[in-house]
């Protein structure tokens, strides 16, 4: 099953960024790109986290496992970044144990969203 680690592009982490000025958010997409997506991880750019007082912000995701959103992120976390998204693609419920996240993952969580179980009934 593929993790899909979500990168906010049009994040300005509180700047206004200058004519032809790259936003911080597609810095920090293209600074995760550098690092690398680990096995089982797909980064996917979206336009918006809505997260904007927050900095950068990312997002981990899969079906089944609890979904994270974290924020206050630069391109000096890329490695951290990805670090966390190897152990969420590895957590078979994304819940990854507080101690082994990467620092960054335990102080800057902005949400945490349960696993979409759709029932049967529901559908009808």
């Not at 982490?13 to 995760?32: K, M, V």
Request: charged share 15%.
């Amino acid at each position: 099953m593929t993790v899909t680690l979500h990168v906010c592009i049009t994040c300005r982490a509180g700047q206004t960024p200058g004519e032809g000025e790259t936003a911080p958010g597609a810095r920090l997409h293209a600074a995760i790109l550098e690092v690398g997506a680990p096995d089982g991880v797909t980064i996917v750019p979206v336009e918006c986290l809505s997260a904007c007082n927050q900095g950068c912000s990312v997002a981990l995701s899969a079906p089944g496992r609890w979904s994270y959103v974290y924020g206050r992120m630069s391109e000096s976390n890329a490695q951290d970044i990805v670090a966390g998204a190897a152990a969420y693609a590895a957590a078979p419920d994304g819940i990854v144990p507080w101690r082994t996240r990467p620092e960054i993952f335990r102080k800057q969580s902005l949400a945490r969203i349960p696993p979409i179980n759709i029932l049967p009934e529901a559908a009808e």
